[in-house]
C-alpha cells in the first residue's frame, strides 16, 4: 500500500506555472510507476502525464505535451508535475497515482489539488 499526498496547487493566471508535488509513502519507490489525472467538475477523469515503459520514459496527453513535464525525485519518493503555460482549460483537480510498474491499472490515488487557471 502506498499514501500519496499532493501541494502545490492554487490560482494562477492564464500563462502561469505551478509545480505540483506528490509524496508517495512507498517502501520502494523505485517499483512504482507514478502518473497525474486531473478532472474537471462534469468531466471524466482524464490522464495527463505518466511514467511508462523503460524506466526514465513518459508520457503525455496530447493537451499537455510541450507544457508540462512530470519528473521523479527518487530519493525524496516524490513526484513533480511541472505546468507551463497554463491555460483555463487545464483548470481541475489534479490527483497523482501510483502503481507497480508492470501492472495495467492504477491502484492507489491521492486526494487531489485544486488548480485553477483563470483568463
Known amino acids: 500500500q502506498v499514501q500519496l499526498v499532493e501541494s502545490g496547487g492554487g490560482l494562477v493566471p492564464a500563462g502561469g506555472s505551478l509545480r505540483l508535488s506528490c509524496a508517495a509513502s512507498a517502501h520502494s519507490f523505485s517499483l512504482y510507476a507514478m502518473g497525474w489525472f486531473r478532472q474537471a467538475p462534469g468531466k471524466e477523469r482524464e490522464f495527463v502525464a505518466g511514467?511508462?515503459?523503460?524506466?526514465?520514459?513518459?508520457g503525455y496527453a496530447d493537451s499537455v505535451t510541450g507544457r508540462f513535464t512530470i519528473t521523479k525525485a527518487r530519493a525524496q519518493n516524490t513526484v513533480y508535475l511541472q505546468m507551463n503555460s497554463l491555460k483555463p482549460e487545464d483548470t481541475a483537480m489534479y490527483y497523482c497515482?501510483?502503481?507497480?510498474?508492470?501492472?495495467?491499472?492504477?491502484?492507489?490515488w491521492g486526494q487531489g489539488t485544486q488548480v485553477t487557471v483563470s483568463s
Open positions: 511514467t511508462i515503459g523503460h524506466p526514465g520514459g513518459t
Open positions: 497515482a501510483a502503481k507497480r510498474v508492470k501492472t495495467p491499472t492504477w491502484t492507489e
